[in-house]
């Protein structure tokens, strides 16, 4: 089965410490993202990845961090310096020919700070 | 700054209802202008419209774009409790081909 996995799906910190949320696609897709969704606010760019070892910051990329060493995997950092990081993220892919603009997501993860 | 606005934000209606979810954008260069579905988690992709005027079509669901009015509108007709969902609103942007602005989305409610 191809697809987008996330994990953890629920995920607790405490302030000030840093965590690092999962994404994996086994659907060959060049190009990777992050997103983060508020109550009632659409979907908000953190970092995107068109190619392995390159990413580019979104329009929200302060106090978060990434990394591409694989195709496969676009592992997200949230850091102690993010203000408000308890929210819904979401990891998307999408191929870079035919049509690059479907990008397919995965389940997400919820991550509370308190 | 390319934008996308949804309306209405929320809608609540009965079984069997008609309903019309609207998407306007301000974007520099248009290439094309998608809808998608988010039920709990993850949002499914429903359509791509690049040309104005050509509706497209899946069962219930249709969407047609004016490119020169800068909207688009989602229509779901025999309107299911199973359509129960946000949808969303996006428009590829100037930055990168890949990258999508998205609307807040609109979230109905259907009830039997």
């Known amino acids: 089965d191809g697809g987008i996995t996330q994990s953890p799906k629920y995920l607790f910190r405490k302030e000030g410490q840093n965590v690092t949320l999962s994404c994996e696609q086994n659907l060959n897709h060049d190009a990777m993202y992050w997103y983060r969704q508020d109550p009632g606010q659409g979907l908000r760019l953190i970092y995107y990845?068109?190619?392995?070892?390159?990413?580019q910051k979104g329009d929200i990329a302060e106090g978060y961090s990434v990394s591409r060493e694989k195709k496969e995997s676009f592992p997200l950092t949230v850091t102690s310096a993010q203000k408000n990081p308890t929210a819904f993220y979401l990891c998307?892919?999408?191929?870079?020919?035919?049509?690059?603009?479907?990008?397919?997501f995965g389940p997400g993860t919820r991550l509370t700070v308190t | 700054e390319d934008k996308v606005v949804q309306s209405p934000l929320s809608l609540v209606v009965h079984e069997g209802d008609t309903v019309t979810l609207n998407c306007s954008y301000e974007?520099?260069?248009?290439?094309?202008l998608l809808w998608y579905k988010q039920e709990k988690k993850a949002p499914t992709f429903l359509f791509m419209l690049?040309?104005?005027?050509i509706e497209k079509k899946s069962g219930r669901l249709s969407s047609i774009l004016d490119k020169k009015e800068l909207f688009s509108i989602l229509n779901i007709t025999a309107t299911q409790t199973g359509d129960s969902a946000v949808y969303l609103c996006a428009v590829p942007t100037q930055g990168g081909s890949e990258k999508l602005v998205f609307g807040k989305g609109t979230k109905l409610t259907v009830n039997p």
């Open positions: 974007v520099t260069n248009f290439r094309s």
């Open positions: 990845s068109q190619i392995v070892n390159d990413f």
């Open positions: 690049t040309s104005s005027g």
């Open positions: 998307a892919s999408s191929i870079r020919t035919g049509n690059p603009y479907e990008q397919y």
